[in-house]
């Protein structure tokens, strides 16, 4: 299995631009998670889905950010506006149940000028 | 709620030398607890993990972590350092099946470095 996929793996936009993370779970995974990396806050969660379907999204920081799950193969995180302070490392994970391990993929590294 | 406390931030070891990342914890049920290892611009590879069962998990590059009930940690250790293992790595806590959050909270990470 090729593990989980993401792309781009480096993202540069200016503030005010519309952002779109891809993610291509593992095969066979029911569990989906997207993760926010930055100096100051670590590893933070912003949203879950459990086939296809979002269950908890209280981290996503306002509403700017939206993810959604079309079918069981991609995710995508979207981000607008963006915004000078959402540059960060942007991981997605899969997992094949709620409480088994959760493999990440490479991260899209994303700066907002 | 749920916890992780990595005191470390950075842990210095020459290499040949055993090696410990320290991890503690607080839920309130029965803890499921990870490694997790991040390499310089790569996403975090999963070492090991305790769910119930021995005390003493072993992993992927001859790492291995005890789990201490009483002491509410869950090291990261191995007998011999290599230079190879230099990276940062993170502890991470869920509650068990049936518990009251389903996230996994993690540590903010320890730098390990090793001297050739």
């Known amino acids: 299995d090729a593990g989980v996929i993401q792309s781009p793996r480096h993202e540069v936009t200016e503030m005010g631009q519309e952002v779109t993370l891809r993610c291509k779970p593992i095969?066979?995974?029911?569990?989906l998670f997207w993760y926010r990396q930055t100096m100051m806050r670590g590893l933070e969660l912003l949203i879950y889905?459990?086939?296809?379907?979002?269950?908890?999204d209280s981290g996503m920081p306002e509403d700017r950010f939206s993810a959604k799950m079309p079918n069981a193969s991609f995710s995508t995180l979207k981000i607008q506006p963006s915004e000078p302070r959402d540059s960060a490392v942007y991981f997605c994970?899969?997992?094949?149940?709620?409480?088994?391990?959760?493999?990440f993929g490479p991260g899209t590294r994303l700066t907002v000028l | 709620a749920q916890s992780v406390a990595q005191p470390e931030d950075q842990v210095n070891v020459a290499e040949g030398n055993p090696l410990t990342v320290k991890c503690t914890y607080s839920v309130s049920g029965n803890p499921y607890l990870f490694w997790y290892v991040q390499y310089p611009n790569r996403g975090l590879q999963f070492l090991l993990k305790y769910i119930t069962g021995d005390n003493l998990v072993k992993g992927s590059y001859g790492f291995e972590a005890e789990f201490n009930k009483s002491q509410t940690s869950f090291h990261l250790k191995k007998p011999s350092a290599l230079v190879s293992d230099s990276a940062l790595y993170f502890c991470?806590?869920?509650?068990?099946?049936?518990?009251?959050?389903?996230?996994?909270?993690f540590g903010t990470g320890t730098l390990l470095a090793v001297q050739p």
């Open positions: 991470a806590v869920r509650e068990g099946y049936g518990g009251a959050t389903n996230k996994l909270i």
């Open positions: 994970a899969s997992a094949l149940t709620e409480t088994d391990t959760q493999y």
């Open positions: 889905f459990n086939n296809n379907v979002p269950i908890d």
């Open positions: 095969s066979g995974h029911d569990y």
